[in-house]
């Protein structure tokens, strides 16, 4: 099918979308900033579903990360074809409590790294390539304590315009926007809140279940396979946005 390249696919979303991206045929390049041993455990289950891939260790909030991670995927396999953005970072701070270490920690892991491999990307993809950036709906519902994640996600969904407006035809750009997923940061929600995970479902969602990391990669690959889809955020929430606009 291709070559692709998603950034934090050591566990969680980023795992579950590198595994499905492997069932089609993809060859799949694995990225985390840190923790070979969990990206080492996502190509084992890459090339379990049929794919196959390579493990590159790079921090995607650095332009230089960016640069090596698509340097990678150009020597290993000769091309590229998708780029899932998926690194991005939660931390949960009300707004005047948000010291300078935390908006910045905040804006480079999950903004600037869209921007930067997009870019790298971009420059290297073959006619046809395909971007998806995983946003939230927080960039649409500000959720409360996660402020500057929320604009961040935000500036992420208004990118994915700009972007699918500057690199057509040759580039689609798409985002999906996922609710609260069970993954280590919706846990940390869920125990902020003192909820667990059915609780949380039953109140804050239409369809009374949270969504899982392989629902979130089900919508990404439909946007990489559907030809006529740019500048478009896929929610994907299990009606969450729709119940309550924001659950904090």
Request: glycine residues 12%; charged residues 25%.
């Amino acid at each position: 099918m291709g070559v692709a390249i998603v950034t934090g696919s050591g566990r969680g979303i980023g795992r579950a979308v590198a595994v499905r991206l492997a069932r089609d045929g993809y060859k799949v390049i694995v990225n985390a900033k840190r923790g070979r041993e969990e990206a080492e455990e996502t190509l084992r289950l890459v090339r379990q579903a049929g794919g196959d891939g390579a493990v590159v260790v790079a921090d995607v909030a650095t332009r230089e990360g960016c640069r090596r991670l698509v340097g990678e995927a150009l020597g290993l396999f000769g091309g590229l074809d998708v780029l899932v953005n998926n690194a991005g970072l939660g931390l949960y701070s009300r707004f005047l409590d948000a010291d300078e270490k935390l908006v910045e920690k905040q804006i480079e892991v999950t903004f600037k790294s869209v921007v930067y491999c997009s870019q790298e990307a971009a420059r290297a993809m073959r006619d046809g390539g395909v971007i998806v950036n995983v946003a939230s709906i927080a960039g649409i519902a500000p959720f409360y304590g996660l402020s500057i994640y929320s604009a961040m996600k935000a500036a992420v969904i208004n990118l994915t315009k700009a972007l699918a407006v500057e690199l057509a035809p040759k580039i689609r750009v798409n985002a999906v926007a996922p609710g609260v997923v069970r993954t280590k940061m919706g846990d940390s929600l869920l125990a902020l809140l003192g909820l667990d995970e059915a609780e949380y479902a039953k109140r804050y969602t239409l369809l009374g279940r949270l969504v899982s990391p392989e629902d979130v990669a089900e919508a990404v690959v439909a946007l990489i396979k559907i030809p006529t889809i740019t500048g478009q955020t896929l929610v994907v929430d299990s009606g969450e946005s729709l119940k309550h606009g924001s659950a904090l």
